[in-house]
């Protein structure tokens, strides 16, 4: 199984090219799935107005495209009443509580981050039971495409650090509370619905850091923000574990674009597009043109695939280089870690029991250390290019 996640800046067109790669894929012969994972949904507007998406029921929650194609777009409030209906009912009605109106607790009761969590439990249905040969996911801009990369680690960060104290203080604690207080306590069938949740969710974090499984595909423009703003992705993607196997730089102005109120554009490009190989030099970089007219429907997805990829198979593994690695060495352990683009200064590193904690930014990685190295002391961290190595050595005393 394959699984190939397409992200990238707001408006660079990764929805439109995860769609044409889903068709590249299903010509190929793959049993594929492109599943949207951007709130604002514009999976099945790329398939235009394709008879099956209009004939097809609103409730079904893949539409089949062609024999070896389907879409999906996660409807969050459907995937709550799946899976965690008895979280979602203790939010609301905690909110109901402190006044606010029924609807619109409703709608704040859907905290950020249920809809990556709703996401990540089919992606890891699909994968218990091997539903698809591909599983194309078309991610929201990148910020957000990161929590949702982060919150496999995040999850069992809590589990194992605050979930069972909370039950238990839930349990003890709460009837007393109940006495004196107006605001509900967490029955056991929240903490319940947490657990189970939490079971779904087993192993979706080593598929997603499985280069032999998943990997990432930036799609940028050939324009400054946007380049940078790939860096970054690049990066971040790098610290969370996954790997980049492909950048794709799309909307180039084709060679036949030649009149003069072109040439200024045409020329940023061709200036961004060779930062970009500088940049970004150890993965394949594939240019898209920009096409004459809007690219919807199928015959214009088909034009995309073509373009993009020629004879390339998309399910193809470009690179697959684990972004960190743990590693015996003369004196000790060492942790690799990729973290391209950064400089020392702005690497925070910090050893707490069992976990090496890496801040870059706003951005905070959990590390899970093995065994081996948990009683044992961090001596050095040195970032030579991309590469952070940290050094294990010796015992912790006390």
């Known amino acids: 199984m394959r699984i190939i996640l397409y992200t990238g800046k707001g408006g660079v067109g990764k929805t ?14 793959y049993k594929t799935i492109v599943i949207s994972l951007d709130v604002a949904h514009s999976l099945r507007d790329a398939f235009d107005n394709h008879e099956k998406l209009v004939h097809q029921e609103e409730k079904e929650k893949q539409i089949q495209i062609n024999d070896n194609l389907w879409i999906q777009e996660i409807n969050v409030q459907e995937a709550i009443a799946e899976y965690w209906n008895d979280v979602y009912n203790y939010i609301r009605s905690l909110l109901n509580r402190s006044g606010l109106d029924n609807l619109v607790a409703e709608e704040i009761a859907v905290f950020p981050g249920m809809e990556e969590i709703c996401a990540l439990l089919y992606i890891n249905q699909y994968v218990r039971e091997k539903s698809y040969d591909v599983i194309i996911l078309d991610c929201a801009p990148t910020g957000e495409s990161l929590r949702f990369v982060s919150i496999p680690t995040t999850l069992e960060w809590y589990m194992n650090h605050i979930f069972k104290l909370e039950r238990n203080l839930a349990k003890v604690a709460g009837p007393v509370i109940e006495k004196v207080s107006s605001v509900p306590i967490p ?10 949740l939490f079971d779904k969710l087993e192993g979706i974090d080593g598929v997603l850091t499985d280069p032999k499984i998943t990997t990432v595909r930036l799609v940028t423009n050939p324009e400054k923000i946007v380049i940078k703003e790939t860096q970054r992705a690049f990066m971040y993607f790098c610290l969370y574990g996954l790997c980049i196997d492909a950048v794709i730089i799309n909307r180039i102005f084709p060679d036949g674009v030649d009149a003069a109120y072109f040439k200024t554009w045409k020329q940023a490009q ?11 030099s150890d993965v394949p970089i594939w240019k898209v043109g920009l096409f004459a007219e809007e690219i919807v429907g199928e015959a214009g997805l088909h034009r995309l695939a073509e373009a993009l990829y020629a004879e390339i198979d998309p ?10 690695q743990f590693q015996k060495a003369a004196d000790g352990y060492q942790l ?18 069992d976990e090496l904690i890496i801040t870059v930014g706003s951005f905070k990685r959990h ?12 001596t050095s961290a040195k970032l030579t290019g991309d590469q952070l190595v940290v050094k294990f050595e010796g015992e912790i005393k006390g």
């Open 16 to 29: 439109t090219i995860a769609a044409a790669t889903g068709i590249k894929l299903s010509e190929l012969g």
């Open 187 to 196: 029955r056991d069938n929240y903490f319940q619905n947490i657990q189970d």
């Open 270 to 280: 061709q200036h961004y597009i060779k930062e970009a190989m500088d940049y970004f």
């Open 315 to 324: 399910a193809d593994q470009f690179s697959n280089e684990r972004p960190y």
């Open 336 to 353: 690799s870690m990729r973290l391209p683009f950064l400089s020392k200064e702005e690497i925070g590193l910090t050893k707490h029991g």
């Open 367 to 378: 590390v899970a250390l093995p065994r081996t190295l948990a009683n044992k002391k961090t």
